[in-house]
């Protein structure tokens, strides 16, 4: 641990888009949303909400991670978290990695794969083993929160491919510029 970094209990999965997106030791000083909020919580020592986190284990954070501080924070606003503050701050980190995971599984899935060979791919893709995030898990995070419909992404595409040609068809006067506009309309 350097002298100038803390240690927080996280998630495993959390960790590991930490680890991807920052390095380990996580080094975000130079992300503009997401350390201006980890510094806040450095300065401002939240105890709004202690008394809810008093008797907290952290047992769901299994894992935890190092993360570098400035100097000049470290001596300015400390080294620490509340309890409450760290509860935040895995959340924001959480929220994070699980978007991570709906826009790359939604993604396959609107090309038409399944949800199971969309997460396997997620996994594999992006180094998330079972131990690290379970598959289980992640199904039952999307039956809760995805609503992709089966090529809803070729059929943007499609369209999309359509206007893109009948323009140029249009330029070329293949076609003409009222059958283009028709075809738009409908």
């Known amino acids: 641990?350097?002298?100038?970094?803390?240690?927080?209990?996280?998630?495993?999965?959390?960790?590991?888009?930490?680890?991807?997106n920052y390095g380990?030791?996580?080094d975000f000083t130079k992300d503009k949303t997401i350390y201006p909020e980890f510094r806040k919580k450095l300065q401002r020592q939240n105890n709004r909400y202690e008394?809810?986190?008093?008797?907290?284990?952290?047992?769901?954070?299994?894992?935890?991670?190092?993360v570098k501080i400035t100097r000049d924070d470290f001596y300015r606003f400390g080294w620490e978290l509340t309890k409450t503050d760290l509860v935040s701050f895995n959340r924001e980190i959480e929220s994070r990695a699980k978007i991570f995971m709906y826009v790359i599984v939604s993604t396959r899935m609107a090309f038409g794969?399944?949800?199971?060979?969309?997460?396997?791919?997620?996994?594999?893709?992006?180094d998330f083993p079972e131990d690290i995030w379970a598959k289980e898990s992640i199904v039952k995070d999307c039956q809760r929160n995805l609503?992709?419909?089966k090529n809803e992404i070729l059929?943007?595409?499609?369209?999309?491919?359509d206007?893109?040609?009948?323009?140029?068809?249009?330029?070329?006067?293949?076609?003409?510029?009222?059958?283009r506009k028709s075809y738009e309309k409908a």
Do not use: G, W
């Open 1 to 20: 641990m350097s002298k100038f970094s803390i240690i927080i209990p996280c998630k495993t999965y959390s960790k590991r888009f930490l680890e991807l």
């Open 24 to 26: 380990n030791p996580v």
């Open 51 to 66: 008394k809810r986190y008093q008797d907290c284990s952290f047992s769901r954070y299994i894992d935890s991670i190092e």
């Open 113 to 126: 794969m399944s949800m199971t060979d969309s997460i396997a791919y997620f996994q594999d893709a992006y």
């Open 147 to 149: 609503s992709v419909t």
């Open 155 to 161: 059929n943007n595409i499609s369209s999309l491919i």
């Open 163 to 179: 206007k893109l040609s009948l323009a140029k068809l249009s330029v070329n006067e293949t076609i003409s510029h009222n059958f």
